[in-house]
């Protein structure tokens, strides 16, 4: 693997991790909590690899521009504006929620898991976006 494969892994790992989000929604609801915990912990492991390959792609590469103008270049910026701004908070709500879990704090978990989940599920995919935009549509 070199530097220039980071971005696509990075892209799986959101995917991934969007797809165990959504995975361990629907394990809760069905009441598999057993198989809901290994679902969040998988996103979140997935999650944790993303930050630290993403870390390092762009401590070594810097900020990659789009190169695109016009509607598809706001449309890009918005996108990756809210991105942003979201991703910022997910590994502070993603610990919170994960920590009172494991302490069995099961109301204060569903509480600010209301919250995570969509959250979190926005930026993972939201990231497929902006590197499908960034990388493969108009690359």
Known sequence: MTLRDLPTLNAA?????ALLLIAGYILIRQG????HRKAMLGAFSASVVFLVCYLIYHFQVGSVRFQQEGTVRTVYLTILATHTILAAAVPFMAI???RRALAARFDPHRRIARWTLPIWLYVSITGVVVYWMLYVAYA
């Open 13 to 17: 790992l959101n995917a991934t991790s």
């Open 32 to 35: 598999k909590r057993e198989a």
């Open 96 to 98: 919170i929620t994960l």
